[in-house]
């Protein structure tokens, strides 16, 4: 059945290679004419869906065949008669799936008579196939089918029909069959409603029917259900599934108070979970809707009570009993009322109405996000309630400016046990072995969230933020035998207090905080890593302290000497201060690099990981050597880079020189990654502060040292991606310290990265030509020789092979064309670059789409600007190319996703706009060439929609809604002429 329903939705089978066919000598044309010919009877019908079943040889054409025949007009016949109860049960299937296609796509074309005898006939067909007990799933795709029917039917009062039809007692079905049919079509109407394509006027429409009509009959009949004592489970339960799925259209409180009453009567008084489960969830949907946001009436008159005082001893309970799927339920309906109405929380109109909104949040909500255990081993509800707090702390500025200030300290109160809650949130357990990898990235995904989210109250809480969690630190790290993670805890969330530096009470906080740090570091790796991380969030104000500073840096080189996991943090907590810092680790250069000479030396025989670490730390430490010996003399620093790269340029040369193949470039990369560190690091004169000597600059000099070494690299490894890619990332780490002091070498760096780009072509290549070209080639040399190679990339097929390639080159063209666009158009051969633009229009990624269309509307603005003949007349003679991409994604001929035909929709826009007569000729072209047959658009309403396009030349909007209604009635959903 999955099989049969991938089929009709178009996802299955995947195309053959070879698509095989009854006689293995026919080519695949005669294949296809002969499965065009082939009669349409029930038994043929049978026979493709036995082979879509059990003959794979036959699978491809039974499939394309099937297709085939949904979409004829004798598949209606034929579908009535594939439901008789005899039939197989995938022919019944197949036969349901059929009628549902035939409805959606054809029903708005049917006289009124002729669509009441189909009515007539489904409601019959539903009725006879519950009789003889067809399986869920056809009854199911039946009631989908009827839902169908009357979206786009002419049915003016379909649920007021169906709810007298099966209450009375004509059918031949006993009372609670008829009850539960009418229920689960009631269900079943309101979901495909949100899910079904329609025309904006259709949707209205059918809104206000639901809205205005329906819904009334429906709360009567679902009231009468749920008061009557006689009500079966099953019935209950399924009234609590219509409710939610009609709660979409809003349902007031307060008119339906009634109906609310008995199922908090349902939730407080029954002993079946899964029963009160429903209850609960329908009971989400109403309070949570947004037409009940704003109903100050509604939540403190009739809701607000009801879940403070009704419900509040039945949450109590569900927190005692820890059951799973009642804790959910429970905790999703308190976060939807409350933030649904979080503003009428934080500034209630009647004082009055304070306590209750402060028991609210302190007592059901919050005993939630504190429950005990691990997330998510333990308990997996906490998380919900990450949302309403958000909305509480963002709602809650408004009422300390309209609130009495005594209410809204109360709420600050509030965040502050919240704060509290979080610590002991994410603590990590003493021992997580048992626990999956997935559980530890969920958790680790959770302690981020709250962390974010101590982040949001920076600004609300001010000082008190830190200052809570320095106290709870402070108090912790004094206990006796406090375990490392309760001491990790606090100091972990004290990182996300990112105004702390800010603060002029700064250095009372936190100076107790790093006095402890000697005693706790070696506690554990976790602790380790929260002190580096707040000596990181520190830095700035770490510099600016002398003493402090000189404390924090020997504190951070003794730490470089315990084990790799501890020393790795104190290595990148020492990059974070170097990266700050101006002149404040000059003093220390000579300790610095010798306490990093041991350290710095080519990993021996490690896994990838462990080599991963390593490296990551030399180069941290590497960085850190390069700010503190800035201020010496060029040949000082030359040999203190000599000396540490050593051994790792021993080994690059050895495999340069031929001494390793390509199975050792890491060597090669390892080398340049830590060149790169240096070179970024080594500061430039005159811009932080002024050195005497007249020497150039210090990673100009190492680079023009290095030139015969990058040199072979480029001869020996110029085609090996990751060489390639690290080399490139050398000269732009340069480029972003030197800046405009690289120009010297710019010359020779551009024809080297012009010869990587054509033995590697790659995305790394041109990033580092458009950055050469953006800052130093105003004669346009760069880009042009770029393009021209770019060019010959497109036309033998290399660019589109890659998708960070293409996209480097999308994002170039981006910028030049905004920059300059007429001097970049004039130095590129702009048919070929509009070539490279429609290849990337039909890409299957997202970003390559995404980039390629927006070159492309700055190309053809460019291509206008200019006003030159030659690439107008290049612009109108490409153009049925353009169109014809443009077309098959709107028209659903592609694989492509719908939400990009906003995006053609501004291309046609501008088309439209400037080459209207053109675009129009070239789309009555395209939407009439033979590929376009299949489509389920009619011919008039092509040529309604290609007068649209070409009447519209200024709103963007406009033309978007013209594309997607069009995009609809090329698959059936929609009459174009309906809009």
């Given amino acids: 059945i999955l099989l049969l329903n991938s089929v009709m939705n178009g996802i299955w089978p995947p195309t053959c290679s070879q698509p095989p066919t009854a006689n293995q000598h026919m080519t695949p044309e005669a294949a296809a004419a002969a499965l065009a010919a082939r009669p349409i009877t029930a038994e043929s019908v049978s026979e493709a869906v036995h082979a879509l079943y059990h003959q794979t040889e036959e699978r491809h054409l039974a499939h394309q065949w099937l297709i085939h025949v949904q979409r004829q007009p004798q598949a209606w016949d034929l579908a009535w008669s594939l439901l008789a109860p005899s039939n197989p049960t995938e022919l019944r299937y197949f036969g349901a799936s059929t009628l549902q296609l035939r409805l959606r796509l054809h029903i708005p074309e049917l006289p009124k008579p002729e669509q009441d005898r189909v009515c007539e006939r489904l409601l019959k067909t539903i009725i006879d196939s519950a009789g003889s007990g067809a399986p869920k799933f056809i009854q ?329 969690l320095i106290q709870i630190f402070l108090s912790t790290v004094q206990k006796e035998n406090a375990a490392w993670n309760e001491i990790e805890a606090p100091l972990y969330l004290l990182t996300g207090c990112s105004n702390l530096v800010e603060m002029i009470e700064c250095e009372t906080l936190i100076t107790p905080v790093l006095q402890v740090f000697p005693r706790i570091m070696k506690l554990h790796v976790k602790v ?76 021996g025989c490690v896994t990838p990981t462990e080599k991963k670490e390593v490296m990551r730390k030399i180069e941290s430490l590497l960085f850190v050597v390069g700010k503190s010996i800035s201020h010496l003399s060029n040949d000082q620093i030359m040999s203190i880079v000599e000396e540490l790269l050593s051994g790792f340029t021993k080994n690059a040369i050895s495999v340069i020189s031929g001494g390793g193949g390509h199975d050792r470039s890491d060597e090669v990369i390892c080398w340049m990654e830590l060149v790169a560190q240096m070179t970024a690091s080594l500061e430039c004169c005159g811009e932080e502060w002024s050195r005497n000597s007249p020497e150039p600059e210090a990673a100009l000099v190492l680079l023009q040292k290095l030139d015969p070494v990058i040199s072979t690299i480029v001869h020996n490894f110029g085609s090996h991606p990751d060489v390639v890619s690290s080399l490139c990332a050398l000269y732009k780490r340069t480029y972003f310290n030197l800046r405009a002091g690289l120009e010297p070498l710019v010359a020779g760096i551009s024809q080297l990265a012009l010869a990587l780009l054509q033995k590697c072509p790659s995305a790394p290549c041109v990033d580092l030509l458009q950055t050469l070209a953006t800052m130093f080639g105003e004669n346009q040399d760069i880009t042009a020789k770029s393009f021209h190679m770019l060019c010959q990339f497109h036309q033998s097929g290399i660019l589109q092979k890659d998708p960070d390639f293409i996209n480097s080159v999308f994002l170039w063209l981006q910028y030049s064309l905004k920059e300059s666009t007429a001097k970049f158009l004039d130095s590129v051969d702009t048919e070929a670059v509009y070539a490279i633009l429609l290849c990337g229009i039909s890409a299957a990624e997202t970003l390559t789409f995404t980039n390629s269309v927006n070159a492309l509307g700055l190309f053809i603005q460019g291509i206008v600007t200019c006003k030159k003949t030659s690439m107008i007349t290049c612009m109108e003679s490409r153009m049925n190319e353009l169109v014809h991409v443009i077309c098959s994604c709107i028209a659903g001929q592609t694989s492509i996703q719908r939400f990009r035909v906003d995006s053609l929709g501004g291309l046609l826009l ?38 649209c396009v070409i009447r519209e030349k200024n709103s963007r909007s406009n033309m978007r809604q013209i594309c997607n209604t069009f995009s609809c009635a090329c698959v059936g959903s929609v009459s174009l002429n309906q809009n």
């Fill in 528 to 603: 380790m890593e929260a002190c580096c991380d707040l000596i990181g969030q520190l830095a700035e104000w770490i510099c600016d302290s002398p003493q402090i500073f000189s404390n924090i840096v020997q504190l951070l080189l003794d730490a470089l000497d315990y084990s790799p996991e501890f020393s790795n943090h104190s290595a990148v907590a020492l990059k974070e201060l170097a990266h700050t810092s101006l002149t404040e680790l000059h003093p220390y250069a000579e300790v610095i690099v010798s306490k990093v000479r041991p350290i710095v030396k080519p990993p």
């Fill in 910 to 947: 501008q088309l439209s706009k400037h080459f209207g007569n053109r675009l129009e000729v070239e789309m009555k072209n395209v939407l009439n060439s033979s590929s376009f047959s299949q489509i389920l658009a009619s011919e008039a309403e092509k040529s309604y929609f290609i007068s």
């Fill in 140 to 468: 199911t795709r039946l009631f989908v089918a009827l839902a169908g029917f009357v979206l786009h039917s002419s049915w003016e009062n379909p649920i007021g029909d169906l709810v007298s039809l099966f209450s009375g007692n004509q059918l031949n079905l006993d009372a609670n069959s008829r009850l539960m049919l009418l229920l689960e079509m009631l269900k079943v109407i309101p979901e495909e409603f949100s899910t079904t394509l329609l025309t904006k006027k259709r949707r209205g429409d059918v809104r206000a029917y639901f809205s205005e009509t329906a819904l009334p009959v429906v709360l009567n009949l679902l009231n009468s259900l749920l008061t009557v004592a006689s009500t079966s489970r099953q019935q209950k339960q399924a009234a609590l599934n219509v409710l939610s799925s009609w709660s979409q259209f809003g349902i007031n409180l307060s008119l339906n108070s009634h109906l609310v009453n008995h199922i908090v009567q349902l939730i407080t008084h029954n002993g079946d979970v899964e029963l009160v489960c429903e209850a609960l969830n329908a009971f989400s949907h109403l309070a949570g809707h947004p037409s009940n946001s704003g109903d100050s009436e509604a939540f403190f008159k009739f809701l607000l009570p009801v879940t403070v005082n009704k419900l509040a001893p039945f949450i109590h309970k569900v927190l005692e009993s820890r059951d799973e799927d009642l804790l959910n339920a429970t905790c999703t309906f308190l976060v939807s009322v409350a933030d649904n109405h979080c503003k009428l929380i934080v500034c209630p109109s009647d004082p009055a109405q304070r306590p209750a909104c402060l028991a609210l949040v302190t007592q059901l909500i919050l005993p939630f996000t504190a429950i005990q255990g691990f997330y998510p081993v333990d308990e997996k509800v906490s998380a919900l309630t990450m949302s309403f707090w958000y909305n509480l702390q963002e709602d809650l500025p408004v009422s300390l400016e309209i609130t009495d200030p005594n209410y809204s300290q109360q709420l600050i109160a509030c965040l502050l046990q919240l704060v509290i809650v979080f610590v002991n949130k994410v603590r990590f357990p003493l021992d997580n072995s048992d626990w999956s990898s997935d559980e530890i990235e969920q958790f680790r995904v959770y302690r981020i969230d709250i962390n974010d989210y101590i982040v949001s109250l920076n600004q609300l809480l001010n000082i008190l933020l830190p200052d809570t």
